[in-house]
């Protein structure tokens, strides 16, 4: 049985760092994903990390101040968010997959999201 369980977020203020870890069971992925929801929007793609060619991907409004990594071994990803701004504020979630995709209908595998808060 696949999952994936997230763990990380919580309330900080604007300028301060979090990360974010996701890690998988039951199966090892090509891409790990991290996508957020903020109230009333759709969900969003933020980051992606591809195994195969070693490649990760990023929206514009956080390249720069946030990272993704994955651990193989612990078949677990990570999302360091530095330099956290109150529109960064939203759900996150962790989704997994064989392809890189921007959309959210385009992976299988989502954990149960994690609340980060940012307050000005």
């Known amino acids: 049985q696949v999952q994936l369980v997230e763990s990380g977020g919580g309330l900080v203020q604007a300028g301060d760092s979090l990360r974010l870890s996701c890690a998988a069971s039951g199966r090892t992925f090509n891409v790990m994903a991290w996508f957020r929801q903020a109230p009333g929007k759709e969900r969003e793609f933020v980051a992606a990390?591809?195994?195969?060619?070693?490649?990760?991907h990023y929206i514009p409004s956080v390249k720069g101040r946030f990272t993704i990594s994955r651990d193989i071994a612990k078949n677990t990803a990570y999302l360091q968010m530095n330099s956290l701004k109150p529109e960064d504020t939203a759900v996150y979630y962790c989704?997994?997959?064989?392809?890189?995709?921007?959309?959210?209908?385009?992976?299988?595998?989502w954990g149960q999201g994690t609340q980060v808060t940012v307050s000005s």
């Open positions: 989704a997994a997959g064989p392809y890189v995709v921007r959309t959210y209908t385009g992976y299988e595998y």
């Open positions: 990390a591809q195994w195969n060619d070693g490649t990760n």
